[in-house]
């Protein structure tokens, strides 16, 4: 395929990769924010719970925590690599590429952290729609996310 046959896919897939990533930062900050609001109540004279966590959710399982802030992590480095990826397609030469794939990669690795716990969680069982949504776009973006990597590197070929 010539150098600029794999832009149109390139851009879909950044299109994509986009709103699934807007979507996990919603449920994640859905997610956060019901925890603040719901979670242990400390006040004067009460004591910590035995069993307390910093990263206690009221719904989900032992795993909810952390698939939420590494998710949102994931999410954050995503819509930063989607920016780059948009100079990139702009320019599609070997120039532009190094900052495009390597905020693709970061953002590819913290996508499978956050995957890792996801994956975690549909094993403890005990969750609620919105994070067996959040779940599934983590790994569809697992995917998805390395298929663009892929695909922008079929810019090294031409100047």
């Not at 719904?59 to 480095?77: D, K, Q």
């Not at 690599?81 to 900052?99: C, E, K, M, Q, T």
């Amino acid at each position: 395929m010539a150098a600029g046959g794999l832009k149109p896919v390139a851009s879909l897939l950044l299109v994509l990769n986009f709103c699934m990533y807007v979507i996990v930062l919603g449920i994640g900050g859905w997610s956060i924010n019901r925890a603040i609001d719901h979670g242990f109540i400390i006040g004067p004279g009460f004591d910590l719970p035995a069993h307390f966590s910093p990263i206690y959710f009221p719904m989900g399982n032992a795993a909810t925590g952390f698939l939420v802030i590494f998710a949102l992590i994931a999410g954050v480095v995503g819509i930063a690599s989607v920016i780059y990826g948009l100079n990139h397609i702009r320019f599609w030469n070997v120039d532009s590429l190094p900052a495009a794939a390597s905020a693709a990669t970061i953002a590819w690795s913290l996508t499978l952290l956050a995957m890792g716990f996801a994956w975690k969680e549909i094993e403890l069982e005990s969750r609620n729609a919105r994070l067996k949504t959040m779940e599934a776009f983590l790994i569809i973006l697992s995917v998805t996310q390395l298929l663009y990597i892929a695909s922008i590197h079929s810019a090294s070929s031409s100047r």
